[in-house]
């Protein structure tokens, strides 16, 4: 049974995850086998050669191996049941950036992105190529550096905006398919203001019958317009539990659910922990140990 990683248990607080990754041929250097909660991953291969090791997936049981070779782009979607492994004898090292992946799916949003939800739904992750002294190499060495000081959500943006030309050549994708329509609608969910209104809001947004508007949804955001109200809302609340100190039925009220306890109970779900229990974890995980609480209040 493989780890289910979730964001919250090793980069609460945080707009992203940056690591350089050694992988031998040695079971105990190799990372375990595991899947994303809530998560996407962007792996570029910077030396040597391996692979990664997909089980499960839409093509059945059993497992596939991805050949891997300094050079490769690979994007990691979170249902993605996945290990890696090296084949050349001096090893393989990848630089890994991990991200949230309601903050990629805004984004994709956002810029209008060609065929990123059917992404998540090919069988496999996609790969891509690109040039070792290239300028997606350069982007992954200064998002990794930056990781080390202060990193900031502007440094993925400037990530994704270099790489996902590449992903979109390698697909052979042009077009977003996606109606215009439904992406502004999606965009304009992002508001505060909206997210309180909920359904009816980004019914009124989309100016189309709930029927239509469900299959557009299920279509092209793989899910249904509540589910898809409910994790943006939850995005915020943790977004609010991150940078204020409003309580957390104040905070739910804001994001539009009807009860603290029934905000609980979805965040629980979501997050592995409660609301107080997330703050508390960003809160670690962003400010020094030595620091005392009264300085942050």
Same mark, same amino acid.
């Given at each position: 049974m ?19 990754v050694?992988?031998t041929?040695?079971r105990?250097?190799?990372?375990e ?11 570029f291969?910077?030396a040597?050669?391996?692979?990664q090791?997909i ?10 191996e991805m050949?891997?070779?300094?050079g ?14 090296a084949?050349?004898?001096d ?15 805004a ?18 992750p996609?790969?891509a ?13 200064r ?20 790489v ?5 050549r ?6 977003? #398919? ?6 502004? &609608?999606? +965009? %304009?969910?992002? =508001?505060? *203001?909206?997210?309180r209104?909920? !359904?009816p ?8 019958s709930p029927?239509?508007?469900?299959r557009?949804?299920? #279509? ?6 509540? &589910?898809f +109200? %409910?994790?943006? =809302?939850? *995005?915020?609340?943790?977004?609010? !539990? ?7 039925g104040g ?12 905000f609980?109970?979805?965040f ?10 997330y ?10 140990a030595?620091?005392d ?5």
């Amino acid at each position: 049974m493989p780890t289910v990683l979730r964001w919250v248990e090793f980069a609460a607080g945080l707009p992203y995850h940056a690591a350089l990754v050694p992988v031998t041929g040695s079971r105990r250097d190799r990372p375990e086998p595991h899947t994303h909660a809530d998560f996407h991953e962007l792996v570029f291969v910077t030396a040597g050669e391996g692979r990664q090791v997909i089980r499960g997936g839409a093509w059945g049981a059993g497992e596939i191996e991805m050949p891997l070779r300094a050079g490769d782009v690979v994007l990691v979607r979170p249902h993605d049941r996945h290990e890696f492994a090296a084949t050349a004898a001096d090893g393989m090292r990848f630089v890994n950036i991990a991200f949230p992946s309601e903050r990629w799916r805004a984004f994709a949003d956002l810029a209008g992105l060609a065929g990123t939800a059917d992404w998540d739904r090919r069988d496999l992750p996609l790969t891509a190529r690109a040039s070792l002294d290239g300028p997606v190499a350069a982007e992954f060495a200064r998002v990794l550096g930056a990781y080390s000081g202060v990193p900031r959500v502007l440094d993925l943006v400037r990530l994704w905006t270099a790489v996902v030309p590449t992903l979109e050549r390698a697909d052979g994708t042009a077009v977003d #398919r996606r109606p215009g329509w439904l992406v502004a &609608a999606c +965009v %304009a969910m992002n =508001r505060e *203001e909206n997210l309180r209104e909920g !359904l009816p809001r980004l019914l009124e947004l989309a100016a189309v019958s709930p029927g239509h508007l469900a299959r557009s949804m299920r #279509r092209h955001y793989d899910c249904t317009p509540v &589910a898809f +109200v %409910a994790g943006r =809302r939850l *995005e915020h609340a943790a977004l609010l !539990l991150t940078t204020t100190t409003e309580g957390v039925g104040g905070i739910a009220q804001r994001c539009g659910f009807s009860g603290q306890s029934y905000f609980g109970r979805l965040f629980q779900r979501k997050y592995g922990m409660a609301p107080r229990d997330y703050r508390e974890a960003t809160r670690r995980a962003v400010v020094p140990a030595a620091m005392d609480t009264q300085d942050i209040k």
